[in-house]
């Protein structure tokens, strides 16, 4: 079992920065992948970034340059550092792992991240 705990959204304003913290705990050395997703109304959830396990990591193209994804150095938390907000960045974020053996997926609580002048 993995359980997630997520931080950091609230209301900013177009242009504006927020960084959320996911923290792991529970099973973490079986943790094949960790990340970000978000759902805004009306849409899929989507993959916003994420780790790996080997260390890389992937961004959707709509966040590519404004978001950085980032861990500390037991890899137990990770960060999204969101610059350069949008409305359209508007919606709830969703903490996101995987771990082998077994396989299995666990999501945060998530936390709304409301970009509005």
């Known amino acids: 079992q993995v359980q997630l705990v997520e931080s950091g959204g609230g209301l900013v304003q177009p242009g504006g920065s927020l960084r959320l913290s996911c923290a792991a705990s529970?099973?973490?050395?079986?943790?094949?992948?960790m990340g970000w997703y978000r759902q805004a109304p009306g849409k899929q959830r989507e993959l916003v970034a994420a780790?790996?396990?080997?260390?890389?990591?992937n961004y959707a193209d709509s966040v590519k340059g404004r978001f950085t994804i980032s861990r500390d150095s037991a890899g137990n938390t990770v960060y999204l550092q969101m610059s350069s907000l949008k409305p359209e960045d508007t919606a709830v974020y969703y903490c996101?792992?995987?771990?082998?053996?077994?396989?299995?997926?666990?999501w945060g609580q998530g936390t709304q991240v409301t970009v509005s002048s």
């Open positions: 780790f790996q396990r080997d260390g890389t990591t």
């Open positions: 529970g099973s973490i050395s079986r943790i094949n992948s």
């Open positions: 996101n792992t995987i771990t082998f053996l077994p396989r299995r997926e666990y």
